[in-house]
């Protein structure tokens, strides 16, 4: 009897007898030994070796190596926009009018013309003066194209003034700002640089190579656009293997593979579809995606408040949010992978998976055919990024006007509706689809942002929420004072399953700058993710630990000390840098690392208040107060500088000009507690402590029940011998903190 008859058989057997668990399992055991055996003694199988053909790292081969067996992927890559992504500047990939054109725009003109085969730009540079700039790239075809200047230090930077590919004419992408010359934004600074804000993603193995001691560029890259090995990877070793005659050996799998796991496609397309910093110095196409990037939360200014597109997120923030991702819809569901195209078109491709149901009159309530019948302009709002590019808010959600009557939020019907209230698009809501709305995200968020601190609890805990929503509710819920027990409460989410959540957490317990947690934070010095053992690192140093000799730490920090260096030539990365060394008391290297900063970005404010504040405790006064006196020249409605140049004021005994600026602060925002308090203080210490009362009312409006601001409103209505008012205060805070002796015996001697 051959094999697999004696096998059938054995099968036949076992079913049609009736036998305990334990005797199945021991007849499956005895049959799995007989398949080897007999495998073996017949050698019918040969496995493959799972050792690679070659061992060494694959290496970047170029898309001419991939045509022979891949032409028709090519054919369909060839023309998209990952494919014009970037090209060299000539008559064939200009698309722009340089026919000695002249644009305008609020006093700067720029003009566009040729010089032999070549194409210039006459403009101004950072100091206002005009000089001829070589255009040596376009960036990108429809609907807009860039064009890139070579800056003598490497630096690669692009025109702030675009070609419109559909209207044919330039036009100015921040047309609503009032931009300085030297400004950060402006097209010859770090916004606007090629090296620092698009190479990563527009082509195919990027070296940035920034100097930070020479403040120099030496970018590099294999080929200048989104070519193959942009996603699939170094592909040499795949090559090898296909031109070899040894076929025994298994073949390396690509970086990006048919094979791929949906959320493991949907990270990998997110390192350039993500609006995130950078933490490795060079993608090497290995690990997570969160092991070189940071991704943005759903905060203002990126988010709306519940979630939806603000500025521009690249849409992997966004997608995370949708019920398509938790089921497991990828990007190449609705674009094809190469041509980047949809698949289909209209209501077609969303009944692809949806049911023709949705796609009725009886759903959505438009005629057949008509722009509110299509799906994605109720499901999928846009904006205009770039001015003249609209894009599609990819969370998918459904419309939520009763968000807007509560919030103020953007909702699909107004949308279209402009001329209808928010309370009219609700109610008809309500009249065809009932009042009662799906357990959302974004009414827990919606709810904390606007006071409901539990709100965001019960968004951080749940699983079934998205990770996203639910690490954005924690940075929420640790911006507020929290309280023992609650502090407490955030310590399991330091062993969330979701990454980002954990990343969250232990930046929480960095904000708050509570020392009783190290144990339950060093663990997460060796987290399997990169973002997360960075965040631990920065951790400890905020806090002053004491880390010597632990191993993890060192690694750690080593990764921590690489994405500082990756973030050289941004404003913030110095900013970063500078902060780290005030941590290690490198004072010196502090204030280089700020005032690099602001050379960098001459706006960066964030900068200047702390190196204000550093050359304060220094006894550099004059200067000190130089710096916050910018703050406020530019940006007039800025609390805390003037908060701190009132605190500046009082220490150096100058009373008139301490009360000026605490009280100018506590109109301005954002709303400044401690403002406040300070305010009400100083004014008790000079006898005005009616005054006091007032302003402590007032922060108290904004902040109820706050103890301290209760314990000076106390003393002002002590200091006054308003006995009753004086009373209640003290009730008040009883009630608060009721093992308070001071209040007890303050209490007691106002009865």
Request: hydrophobic fraction near 30%; include cysteine; charge should be positive.
């Amino acid at each position: 009897m051959t094999t697999k008859k004696y096998m059938m058989s054995v099968f036949k057997t076992i079913n049609c007898q009736k036998i305990s668990r334990f005797q199945k399992r021991i007849n499956y055991l005895f049959i799995i030994c007989l398949l080897v055996c007999a495998c073996k003694k017949k050698q019918e199988y040969q496995p493959k070796s799972n050792i690679h053909l070659k061992t060494e790292h694959a290496k970047f081969v170029g898309k001419e190596a991939c045509i022979e067996c891949h032409k028709s992927e090519y054919d369909s890559w060839n023309h998209s926009h990952h494919q014009q992504a970037m090209k060299i500047a000539d008559s064939t990939t200009i698309l722009g009018d340089f026919n000695n054109k002249t644009f305008i725009h609020k006093g700067v003109k720029s003009t566009f013309f040729k010089r032999g085969n070549n194409f210039y730009v006459n403009t101004t540079d950072k100091n206002g003066d005009y000089h001829d700039y070589k255009i040596v790239y376009t960036f990108g075809v429809t609907p807009l194209q860039q064009y890139i200047v070579k800056f003598p230090d490497g630096a690669y930077q692009c025109l702030i003034t675009a070609w419109d590919t559909e209207k044919n004419k330039w036009f100015h992408l921040q047309p609503n700002l009032e931009l300085a010359h030297d400004e950060w934004i402006n097209w010859t600074g770090g916004a606007m640089r090629w090296n620092t804000a698009c190479a990563d993603c527009h082509s195919t193995n990027l070296d940035k190579n920034f100097d930070s001691q020479t403040k120099t560029f030496n970018t590099t890259f294999n080929e200048i656009n989104v070519s193959c090995e942009a996603c699939h990877g170094p592909a040499s070793n795949h090559v090898a293997f296909y031109k070899s005659s040894n076929k025994d050996a298994m073949p390396q799998k690509l970086y990006m593979g048919k094979s791929l796991a949906s959320k493991s496609l949907i990270e990998k397309c997110a390192r350039c579809h993500s609006r995130r910093s950078q933490i490795t110095k060079k993608f090497d196409y290995k690990g997570h995606f969160l092991d070189h990037y940071s991704p943005s939360l759903l905060i203002d200014p990126i988010y709306e408040l519940d979630g939806q597109i603000k500025d521009e997120d690249y849409v992997y923030g966004s997608f995370m949010q949708s019920k398509m991702y938790q089921n497991d819809v990828t990007c190449v569901d609705c674009h094809d992978v190469h041509s980047l195209k949809l698949k289909k078109t209209g209501n077609d491709l969303c009944l692809s998976c949806h049911e023709p149901k949705y796609n009725s009159e009886s759903h959505h309530y438009h005629k057949a055919n008509t722009a509110g019948a299509q799906c994605i302009n109720c499901h999928m709002t846009g904006k205009i990024y770039m001015g003249n590019d609209y894009r599609r808010d990819h969370s998918f959600r459904v419309p939520r006007p009763d968000q807007t009557v509560k919030y103020g939020t953007p909702n699909a019907c107004n949308e279209c509706h402009k001329n209808k209230s928010a309370e009219w698009a609700s109610k008809f809501i309500d009249s065809k689809y009932g009042t009662k709305r799906p357990d959302h995200f974004s009414n827990y968020l919606l709810e904390g942002y606007n006071g409901n601190h539990q709100a965001l609890y019960t968004l951080l805990s749940q699983n079934k929420f998205p990770e996203i929503a639910r690490a954005t509710a924690l940075y929420q819920y640790s911006n507020n004072p929290l309280s023992y027990n609650e502090l407490n409460d955030i310590r399991k989410f330091l062993k969330d399953s979701s990454i980002l959540v954990r990343h969250e957490a232990v930046r929480s317990f960095e904000k708050i700058r509570n020392q009783n947690y190290h144990a339950d934070i060093e663990p997460l010095l060796k987290d399997s993710i990169r973002l997360v053992r960075i965040a631990a690192v920065k951790y400890f140093n905020s806090m002053g630990a004491h880390m010597s000799g632990n191993s993890n730490f060192d690694k750690a920090e080593k990764e921590f000390l690489e994405s500082l260096d990756m973030s050289a030539d941004f404003a913030s990365g110095q900013h970063q840098i500078a902060v780290y060394n005030e941590m290690k008391g490198r004072t010196d290297l502090a204030i280089e690392a700020y005032k690099r900063s602001l050379e960098i970005d001459n706006r960066y404010n964030v900068s200047r208040m702390n190196l204000a504040l550093l050359l304060y405790k220094q006894g550099n006064i004059q200067e000190a107060k130089d710096l916050y006196l910018k703050v406020i020249e530019i940006e007039p409605d800025y609390s805390n500088s003037y908060y701190m140049l009132g605190l500046l004021f009082n220490e150096i005994g100058d009373t008139k000009n301490a009360l000026k600026y605490l009280a100018e602060a506590c109109e301005k925002q954002p709303v400044n507690i401690r403002a406040f308090y300070n305010y009400a203080l100083k004014l008790q210490a000079e006898n005005l402590n009616q005054k006091s009362i007032e302003i402590i009312n007032k922060a108290l409006a904004i902040f109820p029940k706050n103890e301290n601001l209760l314990y000076v409103k106390l003393i002002g209505e002590m200091n006054l011998k308003q006995r009753k008012d004086a009373y209640k205060t003290c009730s008040e805070l009883i009630q608060l903190a009721p093992d308070n002796a001071n209040y007890k015996q303050i209490f007691e001697s106002l009865k």
